[in-house]
């Protein structure tokens, strides 16, 4: 059964955290009632991991780029989960990793490649940055031009 076409572009943004799973497969349900196409993104900002700066300068050795592996690394995942849905639920899809500001990325990843609504989870990473500076999550609600649906975490039983 497929219902009208109100959104035949989905993103669904993944930080690949089982909150922003949950965002997929909440997200991947839409796609497969709407007959939509579904472009799942991952954002690394290589700068949340940058240390501060420090007067007297210290050598980090090989460290980065263990650190930049992960994050490539972590990124893969959480699109191979989202293709693997998509996969199962016979969804056209399109998996893509950007490295940037997390909010602006998907900002500007759902205007160039014009979607329809914006799906993502809340309590993904962030810890102390979250506090700080606002989730990702609401910074994108705040300054989407199209719908975004948070999906919140599962209640456990």
Do not use: C
């Not at 799906?119 to 910074?139: A, H, N, P, Y």
């Amino acid at each position: 059964m497929i219902l009208n076409n109100t959104f035949q572009k989905i993103l669904i943004a993944t930080d690949g955290s089982k909150y922003s799973q949950n965002a997929v497969l909440q997200g991947m349900e839409l796609a497969k009632l709407m007959g939509a196409k579904v472009y799942a993104l991952y954002v690394f900002n290589k700068n949340a991991y940058v240390p501060p700066v420090l007067e007297t300068p210290i050598h980090l050795g090989s460290n980065w780029n263990v650190t930049e592996e992960m994050l490539h690394k972590e990124g893969d995942n959480a699109i191979q989960y989202a293709k693997k849905v998509a996969k199962d639920k016979e969804i056209d899809y399109e998996g893509v990793v950007v490295e940037g500001d997390p909010a602006s990325a998907i900002l500007e990843f759902a205007e160039q490649y014009k979607a329809d609504i914006i799906i993502m989870g809340t309590l993904g990473k962030g810890g102390l940055e979250r506090f700080l500076l606002g989730s990702v999550t609401d910074k994108v609600v705040r300054h989407s031009k199209v719908p975004v649906l948070v999906v919140k975490k599962q209640k456990q039983n």
